[in-house]
């Protein structure tokens, strides 16, 4: 799944630029590392990448190891539910018995060994039982940043790996109650990793979002028609129904298990996350480019090679500067970034830098 809007790395992310595209951890944009994650458990024709118009080809520049019809565009946003129902359908058109996984396109993983064992256990669970599994992510911290998932009883085991019921889904908690989470151990981060087969996943969105259900069989109907896909979402996407998968099904499903990962994990959901990923001076600054920070403390600044960015004298600030735009923001009100660049959108002047 590599939409996004690219709000909260503004002004490195833009909308036709987001996360998802960029090298914002590794050398790499996140997008390829996703991709590469995957090499020697899938063959990249079994990799689809549910992206937007707007990214399309730049998608198709970053994953030139798939085939281009893999590289799906949604022609509006119609948020997870809509995603996992397009790739229901296209993978259900290729062969109606198989099994997949959803993955976000922008985490941080580098444990590929660890990834891949425990992808293959939810894998072999989705397969074994009519269950939506989902990946859970072993927590380090109390964090409030994160959905989490209140793991159950043990389902089944495969290959001596535990699958655990999931009692239920719960929303960014605060900072007493995560503590209180960790404490108990019954807890694990959600990270949006999704595996299932073609008719577990298609029942479910039947019986939970049964307007939703309706759109997708119509595209169903054309692709079986032999329709090109681009001209059916043309035609039905924009009628779909606007919802997460988590709200729309995983919520509701009484189907649900989770197998607890032992990779590490990182959303890096903003820019003060960045500063986990790169070796602070001996001051706590993070620096990347051509930057010079004098008499400051905990501060991530970002440039270019070419434009120097110098800071001198403060603490706890973020800097980012790129070819048209720079921010100045408190590391603590990072997530205003994302209001920020919904006013930019707002006005005619500086659209243009969404």
Same mark, same amino acid.
């Given at each position: 799944?590599?939409?996004?809007?690219?709000?909260?790395?503004?002004?490195?992310?833009?909308?036709?630029?987001?996360?998802?595209?960029?090298?914002?951890?590794?050398?790499?944009?996140?997008?390829?590392?996703?991709?590469?994650?995957?090499? +020697?458990?899938?063959?990249?024709?079994?990799?689809?990448?549910?992206?937007?118009?707007?990214?399309?080809?730049?998608?198709?520049?970053?994953?030139?190891?798939?085939?281009?019809?893999?590289?799906?565009?949604?022609?509006?946003?119609?948020?997870?539910?809509?995603?996992?129902?397009?790739?229901?359908?296209?993978?259900? =058109?290729?062969?109606?018995?198989?099994?997949?996984?959803?993955?976000?396109?922008?985490?941080?993983?580098?444990?590929?060994?660890?990834?891949?064992?425990?992808?293959?256990?939810?894998?072999?669970?989705?397969?074994?039982?009519?269950?939506?599994?989902?990946?859970?992510?072993?927590?380090?911290?109390?964090?409030?940043?994160?959905?989490?998932?209140?793991?159950?009883?043990?389902?089944?085991?495969?290959?001596?790996?535990?699958?655990?019921?999931?009692?239920?889904?719960?929303?960014?908690? %605060?900072?007493?109650?995560?503590?209180?989470?960790?404490?108990?151990?019954?807890?694990?981060?959600?990270?949006?990793?999704?595996?299932?087969?073609?008719?577990?996943?298609?029942?479910?969105?039947?019986?939970?979002?049964?307007?939703?259900?309706?759109?997708?069989?119509?595209?169903?109907?054309?692709?079986?028609?032999?329709?090109?896909?681009?001209?059916?979402?043309?035609?039905?996407?924009?009628?779909?129904?606007?919802?997460?998968?988590?709200?729309?099904?995983?919520?509701?499903?009484? %189907?649900?298990?989770?197998?607890?990962?032992?990779?590490?994990?990182?959303?890096?959901?903003?820019?003060?996350?960045?500063?986990?990923?790169?070796?602070?001076?001996? =001051?706590?600054?993070?620096?990347?480019?051509?930057?010079?920070?004098?008499? +400051?403390?905990?501060?991530?600044?970002?440039?270019?090679?070419?434009?120097?960015?110098?800071?001198? +004298?403060?603490?706890?600030?973020?800097?980012? =500067?790129?070819?048209?735009?720079?921010?100045?923001?408190?590391?603590?009100?990072?997530?205003?970034?994302?209001?920020?660049?919904?006013?930019? +959108?707002?006005?005619?002047?500086?659209?243009?830098?969404?």
């Amino acid at each position: 799944m590599a939409g996004g809007r690219g709000e909260r790395f503004w002004p490195q992310s833009r909308l036709q630029r987001p996360k998802h595209l960029l090298s914002i951890v590794g050398d790499k944009p996140m997008l390829a590392q996703t991709v590469e994650r995957l090499e +020697g458990f899938l063959p990249p024709e079994n990799i689809l990448v549910i992206t937007n118009r707007e990214q399309r080809d730049a998608v198709l520049s970053v994953c030139s190891m798939l085939p281009p019809g893999n590289v799906v565009s949604e022609p509006v946003g119609r948020d997870t539910a809509a995603a996992v129902g397009l790739a229901k359908v296209i993978v259900a =058109h290729r062969d109606p018995d198989a099994a997949l996984v959803m993955l976000p396109a922008d985490h941080v993983i580098n444990d590929r060994t660890g990834f891949q064992t425990v992808l293959d256990a939810a894998f072999q669970a989705a397969e074994k039982e009519p269950v939506l599994a989902t990946i859970g992510i072993s927590p380090t911290e109390p964090a409030t940043g994160y959905g989490y998932i209140h793991r159950g009883e043990e389902f089944l085991e495969i290959d001596g790996r535990p699958v655990f019921r999931v009692r239920g889904f719960v929303e960014k908690p %605060n900072l007493q109650t995560a503590k209180q989470y960790l404490d108990s151990g019954e807890y694990l981060w959600n990270a949006g990793m999704f595996v299932w087969t073609v008719e577990a996943i298609g029942r479910a969105l039947e019986e939970h979002t049964p307007g939703l259900h309706h759109g997708l069989r119509e595209l169903e109907t054309g692709l079986g028609a032999g329709k090109p896909v681009e001209e059916l979402l043309d035609e039905v996407y924009p009628s779909l129904d606007r919802i997460s998968i988590d709200y729309a099904v995983m919520e509701k499903a009484e %189907n649900v298990v989770t197998v607890e990962s032992e990779f590490d994990w990182d959303d890096v959901g903003s820019w003060p996350a960045v500063a986990r990923h790169f070796k602070a001076d001996s =001051h706590g600054n993070t620096a990347r480019g051509a930057t010079v920070i004098e008499g +400051g403390n905990d501060n991530i600044v970002i440039s270019d090679k070419d434009h120097l960015v110098a800071v001198c +004298g403060v603490d706890d600030l973020i800097v980012v =500067h790129t070819d048209d735009a720079t921010l100045v923001c408190p590391r603590d009100k990072a997530e205003q970034i994302k209001t920020l660049v919904g006013k930019l +959108g707002d006005d005619p002047v500086w659209k243009k830098l969404v």
